[in-house]
Every structure is written in C-alpha cells, then in structure tokens.
C-alpha cells in the first residue's frame, strides 16, 4: 500500500488534477500585467454545446457560454 507522502500533493488535499491546474492557470492570469492580463482573460470564456435525448432520439442542441469566476 502507498502512503499519502509518495501520492502528490493535490491528491493528498482531495483535489483533482484538473481543479489543481485550473486554480494555478488562475494565479498565473492574476499576476499578468496589462495587455497580457485582458488577452488570458478573454481565452477564459468557454463554450460547448448540450444536446438533450428523450425517448431515444436528440432534441436541438443549445449553445452555452461560461465564464469561469
């Protein structure tokens, strides 16, 4: 059995390693200097598309717009 010292530190705070990178890509953009700041800032924005089934079949996918806080 591993001990919780040889798994890293995200793991061992109950993290993932998708939420652990996303606050330090927040860091980083935070501590950037304008222009650069309002640049990172703008390619924060996400999209995606969500397509609801019922009975079997898709209904019209919706576009969504999400700005991380």
Known sequence: MASNAAAPFWRAAGMTYISYS???ASLVRGCLKEPHKSE???REKVH???TQ???G???KPS???DTPE
Do not use: D, Q
Request: aromatic share 12%; with cysteine.
């Open 22 to 24: 996303n606050i330090c």
């Open 57 to 59: 079949k898709p209904e």
């Open 48 to 50: 995606f598309s969500l």
């Open 40 to 42: 990172a800032l703008a």
């Open 63 to 65: 576009i969504i717009s």
């Open 53 to 55: 089934w019922k009975s």
